[in-house]
């Protein structure tokens, strides 16, 4: 029993060893055959690698390279073929090898190409090295251009992403490298670069950067400049100084692992300060710099890189008007100046279109684009104040409340809140029209009470603005951020019989030869607005500028606007229109500190005034294609007409309100503008003040008024 058990033991055993031996050898032989797949895939990689050398190093030098400078070049026009920004070598300052400081050439070769002095133009190792690090990652994650190669790329190819353009790249590098030297190489590279902000080559960088001649910097300055071509624009300074002073510091890194500078050195210079010029002569390089940044990202948009737009020859034609841009530029600094707003957060911006067909007229996004590059057109969230109000009452009209119906001007408090009007001054009733000609908070907060605050929030959102509004009585009087881009292009509305369009900067774009790659389609539109409300709205803002709070932005045609002035003086606004230009104007600081005595009736529109001036110069004098929307003012008694915020009888419903004759109504006084500030005379001139009827209004039906539909969709009536 004994035996046959260990036997049947042994066999046992036999087979499982027989059994792992298979199994061994089937391992064996797929390692094998894997083994001998990456030998032959190796093999038919370094083969490959030697053709490439061998037909790179047979190709003939190239003539005349020595002499050779960039003469294509990307121009952005504005809509009157004057050239507003040019990317070009024209600002190439050039500098010979001897003179560029030795720290510099260090931090370039330590961060772009450490092989440069070792390789014929390319870099076969550091292809074969990116090549399976891409792999790896499946994206790419490093590339593997020399400094020939990106020198290659800056004088004669674009800047496409194909292994055709890569090939060319490496035929041109090793053609490069027959024809000049290492050292010609490097001072061409130097010479050639883009740096951002303008700059071409080193020395520019040096003078735009830091006002300083090249061999002026130090060390920290150098190897900012030296970490600049990787992506310029994302290591601009300007645009943000953490991102540059954190690739100054892997720059200085490198410097450090290469041996090129000490320990001592290496934390000396991390610890640096970044102190950069403030560019005083920026206007004259870029006429409009906000908005060719923004034309920049509309390109980026369509799939041009900024690499392409920099180095492509395009010639782009913007929309801008350049005389207009010019004299808000000016008028910026001018006006800002002389109310002492002299700190670099003390800020205005401008904003115009034309709500027919979208195309943008003016773009300023601050006061000193050198100073600060954000932009405070598409970028800022402000609340506009009294501004805000049109949208406010356009909800009301759409409602079916009339221009001449009746609001009560007095104190109201609804729930733990009591507006007040900002001279506590009140009127007791007065027409919809004349509370919002002098701005009254008081009626705004009666008139969001009767019409509700979602209507007001939809007629917003489809009017264009996506910042979220509190569910708050308080967005009556502005309280809530929005973008100036949105909220200027929302009055659009009020200006184009309800339509609102989409505002855009490129009408076309062009190659070095003259070929459309590019032409900009009809403009989006939809319609949000009756015609009827925007009419109304547009009767009530002229009486803003004729007779109210924004007399001081009239410029002898016909145009409605309106002011607007946030709580402890932060923020004020002016936003106006013509039949076929919007502008708004904001001013106010980007640290949200008060500025005494600033309202939107009184800078901002002063900026207004001058820009639409120039803006509408040959566009007439014509008035508004709207119905006629006739205004009636007051004397002795309302007799049936329709009280808004009448406790006592809040529907109205077949009951006459009277009231006894007012005295003779005294000038209408800037609401937002404090005694201190305002002008000797601010009632419109004899000429422009509407006349009154001497009949009292005429009554109104007895029933509720039946609501207008609002032009919005189903979905968010």
């Known amino acids: 029993m004994s035996s046959s058990y260990d036997r049947y033991k042994r066999q046992r055993a036999a087979k499982d060893i027989a059994r792992e031996n298979v199994s061994r050898k ?15 895939m190796t093999a038919f990689m370094l083969a490959g690698f030697v053709a490439l050398n ?41 500098v010979d090898l001897k003179d560029v400081p030795e720290e510099l050439k260090n931090a370039l070769i330590a ?43 800056i004088l004669f190819l674009s800047n496409e992403r194909t292994i055709t353009r890569k090939i060319k790249e490496l035929e041109v590098s090793a053609r490069i490298e027959k024809t000049i030297s290492k050292d010609q190489i490097l001072e061409m590279y130097l010479n050639n670069v883009y740096l951002g902000a303008g700059a071409y080559g080193v020395s520019a960088a040096a003078k735009i950067y830091f006002n300083k001649k090249l061999n002026q910097l130090t060390l920290p300055e150098l190897a900012l400049i030296a970490g ?27 410097m450090l692992t290469m041996k090129y500078i000490s320990k001592e050195d290496y934390e000396k210079a991390i610890q640096a300060d970044l102190k950069l010029s403030t560019v005083p002569q920026i206007y004259t390089t870029n006429r409009a710099p906000y908005f060719s ?25 913007t929309t801008l008007d350049s005389k207009a841009q010019d004299t808000a530029n000016e008028s910026i600094i001018k006006n800002m100046k002389s109310w002492g707003l002299t700190n670099a957060s003390q800020q205005a911006a401008v904003f115009s279109f034309s709500p027919i067909d979208g195309r943008i007229l003016v773009y300023a996004g601050g006061k000193n684009y050198g100073e ?42 609804i729930g733990n809140w009591s507006p007040h009007n900002s001279s506590h001054k009140y009127r007791g009733k007065i027409p919809v029209y004349k509370a919002l000609m002098i701005s009254s908070n008081v009626c705004a907060a009666r008139i969001i009470q009767e019409v509700g605050i979602r209507s007001v929030i939809q007629l917003a959102k489809v009017l264009g603005i996506s910042t979220p509004l509190e569910y708050d009585y ?13 909220f200027v292009r929302a009055f659009g509305a009020f200006a184009n019989g309800g339509y609102v369009v989409q505002p855009y900067a490129i009408e076309r774009i062009e190659d070095s030869r003259g070929r459309v790659l590019y032409r900009a389609g009809k403009t989006k539109s939809s319609h949000q607005l009756s015609l009827k409300t925007a009419a109304e709205m547009t009767a009530m803002m002229k009486t803003v500028i004729l007779s109210g709070t924004g007399t001081g932005a009239n410029i002898g045609k016909p145009a409605a606007g309106k002011t607007g002035t946030t709580d402890d003086y932060k923020d004020a606004y002016f936003v106006g229109y013509t039949p076929d230009i919007v502008t708004g104007v904001w001013v106010g ?8 005595g600033l309202y939107g009736g009184t800078l901002p529109a002063k900026i207004w005034k001058e820009v639409m001036t120039v803006a509408t110069r040959d566009l007439g004098s014509k008035d508004f294609d709207y119905p006629e929307i006739e205004l009636e003012n007051y004397s002795s008694g309302y007799g049936n007409a329709k009280v808004i915020g009448d406790e006592e009888n809040p529907s109205n419903e077949g009951k006459e309100t009277v009231q006894p004759e007012p005295a003779a109504e005294e000038p209408v006084k800037q609401e937002e503008t404090p005694v201190s500030a305002q002008p000797k005379e601010t009632t419109a001139p004899a000429e422009n003040k509407p006349a009154t009827p001497a009949a009292p209004v005429p009554a109104k039906p007895a029933n509720k008024i039946t609501p207008i539909p609002m032009a919005v969709p189903e979905s968010l009536r």
């Open 26 to 40: 089937k391992e064996n032989k797929f390692f094998a055959n894997l083994k001998l797949f990456v030998l032959t």
């Open 293 to 317: 940044d923004y034309v920049i990202k509309e390109m980026e948009k369509l799939g041009f890189t900024e690499t392409d737009i920099i180095h492509g020859g395009y010639k782009v034609i």
């Open 474 to 486: 308080t967005i009556s009087l502005g309280s809530n951020g929005v973008k100036m881009f949105e």
């Open 372 to 413: 600060s590059q954000f932009d405070r057109v598409t970028q800022a969230i402000r609340p506009p104040g009294s501004a805000f109000k049109p949208i406010l009452y356009a909800a009301a009209m759409e409602k079916g409340i009339s221009p001449n119906d009746l609001v009560d001007d007095s104190p109201i408090t």
């Open 54 to 94: 061998l037909y790179l190093s047979s190709l003939p030098p190239i003539e005349n390279l020595e002499d050779y400078k960039p003469n294509i070049v990307t121009k952005f026009y504005s809509q009157d073929g004057e050239v507003i920004k040019t990317f070009t070598a024209y600002t190439y300052d050039r």
């Open 111 to 153: 961060t772009e190409d450490k092989n440069f002095y070792r390789h014929n133009g390319y870099d076969i190792i550091g292809i074969i090295r990116s090549s399976i690090q891409n792999v790896v990652a499946r994206r790419a994650v490093q590339g593997a251009s020399t400094l020939t190669q990106q020198l290659a790329r």
């Open 228 to 254: 600049l071509p990787q992506a310029p624009s994302v290591y601009n300074p300007y645009n943000s100084k953490d991102l540059a002073v954190q690739r100054r510091n892997q720059v200085l890194k490198r």
């Open 589 to 596: 600081d980007d640290n949200n500190k008060r500025i005494n």
